[in-house]
C-alpha cells in the first residue's frame, strides 16, 4: 500500500457527478440516523451510522469500486474520512456537496424503509406472522433475550445467510437500538427484498416497554 503522509482532503461531488458513478458502478454509504435513511435515501445506499462506520464497512465495502458519502448537513467530515483511511479504503471518491438536502431538492429518485415503533411491532405479532430477524450479536442474543419467534443471523453474516430469509414474507428486522437493523434493510434492499420493516429502539425499547 502507497505510504500516506497526510489524510486526504474532502471532496464534494455534484448530483451529475454521482449519477454518473452509479452508473458505472460504485459503493454509497449513508451515514445518517436509521429515521432518515429510512424516510428516503439514495436508491442502493447501505446505511452505516457515523459510530459505525469503524466497527462495519469493513463487513461490506470493498476495495475496487468508488465509494461516496452521503450525509445530512456535511459536518466534521474529516473525522469520518479517517475511519475509511485507517481500514485501507483508498477509495473514496467524495461526499454528496450540499448533504442529503440537495439529493431531494435536485428531484432525485428515492428509496425508502419502512419503520415501526415497538409498541407497533407487539400489535402486530398479535395480528400477523412476520418473518421476525435479530441482527445482534450472539452475546446479547443469549444474555439479553429475544423476542419470541425471532430469527438470529448476526449482522456482519447476513451477506452469508441471504438464503435462509423468504422473500415472500414480510420482513421485520430488530437489533439493540435500530441501527444495524437499518444497515441489515439496506443490504436485503440491495439483494432484491422489498417487503420489509426496521424497528426503532430495537431490543432496547422493547424490554423498556415491559414486554415479553
Known sequence: APVLH???????LSITEINQFRKSGCQIVDIRSPTSFGAGHIPGSISVWREGLAAFIGWFLDYKRPIIIVDDF????DHVLRHFTRLGYDNVAGVLSGGFPAWTKGAQELQTVPTCSVQQLKEMLEKEHPFLL???DVKNWRA???IHGAHHIYIGELL???DEIPKDEHIVIYCDAG???SLAASILL???????TNVLGGMTAWKKAGFE
Do not use: A
Open 179 to 181: 441501527y444495524k437493523g
Open 6 to 12: 497526510r489524510f486526504p482532503d474532502v471532496r464534494y
Open 190 to 196: 440491495s439483494h432484491h427484498f422489498h417487503d420489509m
Open 144 to 146: 439479553v433475550g429475544h
Open 134 to 136: 435479530d441482527v445482534r
Open 160 to 162: 452469508r445467510h441471504l
Open 74 to 77: 456535511n459536518l466534521d467530515l
